[in-house]
């Protein structure tokens, strides 16, 4: 999505209030991203903290794109 965005894009992020630990003891939160498209879209993460890394990531809501195919 992002690197689909112009390079002239003015790409903002805003970090939302993060969830409790889910029950793996990971902390789960969203990420508002707007500048890259008409629509702001949410991508969501889940941190571990106790290996200091991200374990995953994807997006929640994003406008509809379609393809016609491989290249």
Same mark, same amino acid.
């Given at each position: 999505m992002?690197?689909n965005?112009?390079?002239?894009s003015s790409?903002? +992020?805003s970090?939302q *209030?993060p969830?409790d630990?889910?029950?793996y003891?990971?902390i789960?939160?969203t990420?508002s991203?707007?500048?890259?498209?008409?629509? *702001? +879209?949410?991508?969501? +993460?889940?941190?571990? *903290?106790?290996?200091?890394?991200?374990?995953s990531?994807?997006?929640?809501?994003?406008?509809?794109?379609?393809?016609?195919g +491989?290249?």
């Amino acid at each position: 999505m992002i690197a689909n965005s112009s390079s002239k894009s003015s790409l903002q +992020f805003s970090l939302q *209030p993060p969830s409790d630990y889910n029950k793996y003891e990971q902390i789960e939160y969203t990420v508002s991203v707007s500048g890259a498209y008409k629509t *702001p +879209f949410d991508a969501q +993460f889940v941190y571990d *903290p106790k290996e200091n890394v991200l374990k995953s990531g994807k997006i929640a809501s994003c406008p509809a794109t379609r393809s016609r195919g +491989f290249y």
